[in-house]
């Protein structure tokens, strides 16, 4: 009942800039958190940021000052602009969607996920 479709993902060099963005579709009224996670290969899902429908924001301290969460509720869009990109932040970005407002950095507090975009941090 609820999609999200992450895109925008790609291979950077060091230093790069990329914007990603999820779409969203079905069951999405009201008010709810949105976010960013991430995953490297034989790691957790790691929070990235998250944002609220009245503008709240959490971000993963390892992001913090690099990276920016927005959305477009208008088109039930979020967006991840990841500026001064390192290999080290090599990972699957999944788009997550919280059925509350209240933000939080567990990814089991979300119950809809996209299926993830790649990105991959050159040196």
């Known amino acids: 009942q609820v999609q999200l479709v992450e895109s925008g993902g790609g291979l950077v060099q060091a230093g790069d800039s990329l914007r990603l963005s999820c779409a969203t579709s079905?069951?999405?009224?009201?008010?709810?958190?949105m976010a960013w996670f991430r995953q490297a290969p034989g790691k957790e899902r790691d929070f990235v940021a998250g944002?609220?429908?009245?503008?709240?924001?959490f971000y993963g301290d390892s992001v913090k000052g690099r990276f920016t969460i927005s959305r477009d509720n208008a088109k039930n869009t979020v967006y991840l602009q990841m500026n001064s990109l390192k290999p080290e932040d090599t990972a699957v970005y999944y788009c997550a969607k919280r059925d509350s407002n209240v933000l939080s950095t567990r990814g089991a507090d979300y119950f809809h996920w996209g299926q993830g975009t790649q990105v991959t941090g050159s040196s």
């Open positions: 944002v609220n429908s009245w503008g709240a924001l």
């Open positions: 079905g069951r999405t009224s009201g008010a709810y958190v």
